[in-house]
């Protein structure tokens, strides 16, 4: 049995996270969930600078604490590939090599740009305002979200708004971070890296690589643990503590530009796992029917294997698609009451939340996400026409250009329509209460006086 579930597990993800993020830019749902902090979407601009002036003016410190998180992470992230001694960050050196240590300690994609810049909400005038390109924004070959964004420039010394630099930030993570780093996705910087081999998904597929870094199956069955050890090879809480106290220590150390970026970056992942597909393994699919799926298959029917596994990808990228076309578009005609944009500022949802606690990312977000696949998943099939989530030989993404199912949608019948909205905007409620109750824990571990 064990070797059943592990197969069908393995095949299923290997497919199903291939071209998934969690949600399509997460930008368009911060910026709604920080505009319902008055406080903070008050709070004065701040001065743009670069990373490279950041590590240098802080690389002792820096030093310290990225010793510090690796001794947090080997002690409390069950599974966790410890970093090389030979990626320790040292203080010391050219700008270009104390950048190189730092990201390398990091662990992240070296081919990042990290330039200077802010997402421009849809329907924004930008006229006149000069911008980046979004292949110098994201090392992704294929980035249809990216590409539809404006991206304005910005340059050491301006100042912009907190709350922009945020939200902007909460996208960044897709936009190839966590991509290439395990030694069989045929990197120089994966073998190197001292993660092992991709515990899930194809490695030869460029975004699939990251989804281990992005989803978090902490709530499956104890049958499927068992089959699949696999699974609990996913590290979402390493990245997060590792931007919160890099976000803290950089708005301590007056550095707030830094501060709110790595914060933006924390949050990207904690949003990530708001969504039931990014928190539980196969929506949808049971133990008993993993079992019969898997018989057949050993019978030599294969076909029914290979339809769970496309469904399931489809229904995630179908709820992707709906949240983003309709969010998109309510931005572009300034409808600030979309029930999608309305729900990410109901604040509501924030009661007990008021910071976030040690554990929250197993105890609650993924808990609280997990809980809800079942009936996300339902909704989608019921809510969507046949094609789009319940046939086979239809790949979202692929068959044809990417649909618009938001507008799909609208042409439903009206009980469809309020199913669709209400699933979405219960997860985008607990989206932003996560990310308000983690800028409010980062305000507050910003008033400390920082580690030595």
């Known amino acids: ?201 194809n490695p030869a597929l460029e975004f699939a690589s990251q989804a281990p870094f992005h989803m978090g199956f902490f709530h499956e069955s104890a049958i499927v643990y068992k089959a699949a050890g696999f699974l609990r090879r996913t590290y979402p809480e390493y990245r997060i503590h590792l931007w919160q106290s890099l976000a803290a220590y950089a708005l301590q150390t007056g550095h707030p530009y830094w501060g709110w970026r790595f914060a933006g970056w924390a949050l990207h992942y904690i949003e990530d796992l708001t969504q039931p597909y990014h928190a539980t393994v196969l929506p949808g699919v049971g133990v008993a029917r993993m079992l019969w799926i898997n018989t057949i298959d050993l019978l030599g029917w294969h076909e029914a294997k290979k339809q769970a596994i496309t469904l399931v990808s489809n229904r995630h990228l179908s709820l992707e698609n709906y949240q983003y076309q309709r969010m998109r578009k309510a931005f572009a005609r300034g409808d600030a009451e979309d029930a999608l944009i309305h729900a990410a500022k109901d604040v509501s949802a924030d009661a007990g939340r008021a910071a976030f606690a040690n554990g929250a990312v197993r105890d609650i977000v993924t808990r609280e996400s997990n809980g809800l696949a079942a009936a996300t998943d339902r909704v989608l099939e019921q809510s969507l026409p046949a094609k789009y989530v319940s046939d086979p030989a239809y790949i979202l993404g692929e068959t044809e250009l990417e649909p618009d199912l938001y507008g799909v949608v609208n042409q439903s019948p009206p009980a469809a329509q309020t199913a669709m909205s209400g699933m979405v905007t219960g997860l985008l409620r607990n989206f932003g209460a996560h990310t308000r109750a983690f800028v409010r824990s980062l305000l507050a571990q910003s008033k400390q006086e920082p580690r030595r």
């Open 1 to 201: 049995m064990k070797r059943i579930i592990a197969r069908i597990l393995a095949a299923a993800l290997a497919c199903a996270v291939g071209p998934a993020s969690a949600w399509s830019n997460h930008a368009l749902g911060a910026w709604p969930a920080l505009e319902a902090m008055p406080d903070f979407k008050a709070a004065p601009a701040v001065k743009v600078e670069s990373l490279d002036a950041f590590i240098a003016a802080q690389a002792q410190g820096l030093e310290q604490l990225l010793q510090r998180e690796e001794a947090w992470a080997r002690a409390n992230v069950p599974l966790y590939p410890a970093r090389p001694d030979t990626l320790t960050f040292k203080a010391g050196g050219t700008p270009t090599e104390l950048r190189q240590r730092f990201i390398a300690a990091l662990r992240i994609n070296p081919e990042m740009k990290l330039n200077l810049f802010l997402q421009s909400r849809p329907g924004e005038n930008t006229a006149g305002t000069a911008t980046l390109s979004w292949t110098e924004i994201t090392t992704r070959k294929r980035a249809s979200t990216a590409q539809e964004s404006v991206f304005l420039q910005l340059n050491a010394g301006d100042l912009v708004r907190p709350l922009e630099v945020v939200a902007t930030a909460t996208d960044e993570p897709d936009y190839g971070m966590d991509i290439g780093l395990w030694d069989d996705n045929g990197t120089p910087y994966g073998k190197v890296y001292g993660f092992g081999k991709q515990p899930f998904g």
